[in-house]
């Protein structure tokens, strides 16, 4: 489970700060899909780089199973994050000259065996739906969909507890959208907790549960019909 307790963050300084994150306070429990929804600069994006481990809030705690991640120092947060934490983008920052297959194991490259690496990577492709002969290709000869399959895999490879997913669908169209958003619902019932952010309510009703991010302060979310 994961805790977040009065999370405030700001940028800028004195007179010129600008509070982005006001006492937050959100409890995201085990294999359950939370979104985040939002209009553009509203600080969803840094909640998420908070909850993370990739950006130190001001004042508050970020708690995985009663760890705080701020309490550990930055080269255990980092060895946390990679084992623990998927981080899934809108732009899926894919290495434009290395094939779907490597892109994919580079986040253990030098953690396991390369061998036991492609192999692991190949069962996780293949399990959300990328075939076998797109392994061997550049990124440039995918669609947007089949990029976002890719960098889940890659979120995947480390097998986390958590993926995390900024606008997974953002860049995606409408066909595609759902497409990946079924994949997130899959993960989500295989026992992966997802925390995603999006401005797409089509998306987020997918989710168990919403909050929506305003004026800094984080509140639940109701669905209506």
Same mark, same amino acid.
């Given at each position: 489970?994961?805790?977040?307790? !009065? ?7 004195g007179?010129?700060?600008?509070? @982005? ?23 969803k994006?840094?909640?998420? !780089? ?5 950006l ?14 701020y ?16 981080? @899934? ?14 892109? @994919? ?55 986390? *507890? @958590? ?7 953002? !860049? ?12 997130? *619902? ?40």
């Amino acid at each position: 489970m994961i805790t977040v307790e !009065n999370l405030r963050k700001s940028f800028g300084r004195g007179t010129n700060a600008t509070e @982005v994150l006001r006492d937050i306070d959100l409890t995201i429990p085990d294999g359950k899909w939370t979104a985040i929804v939002g209009p553009s600069g509203s600080g969803k994006s840094t909640l998420l !780089n908070c909850l993370s481990g990739l950006l130190k809030p001001d004042f508050g705690h970020v708690n995985y199973d009663g760890k705080d991640l701020y309490r550990l120092k930055e080269k255990e947060r980092s060895h946390f994050r990679r084992k623990h934490i998927g981080f @899934v983008f809108q732009d899926f920052k894919l290495l434009p000259y290395y094939s779907v297959i490597d892109n @994919v194991i580079l986040p253990l490259l030098y953690d396991e065996a390369k061998q036991k690496l492609y192999e692991k990577a190949r069962q996780i492709l293949l399990h959300i739906g990328i075939h076998e002969q797109l392994f061997t290709r550049l990124p440039r000869s995918l669609s947007g969909g089949e990029k976002q399959r890719v960098a889940i895999a890659r979120a995947l490879i480390a097998d986390p *507890d @958590v993926l995390v997913c900024d606008e997974p669908t953002g !860049n995606l169209d409408q066909d595609n959208r759902d497409i990946i958003t079924g994949l997130i *619902d899959r993960l989500r019932n295989e026992g992966k907790t997802i925390v995603l952010v999006t401005h797409d309510m089509e998306v987020a009703k997918k989710a168990d549960d919403i909050y929506q991010l305003t004026s800094g302060s984080l509140v639940p979310y109701e669905v209506t019909a």
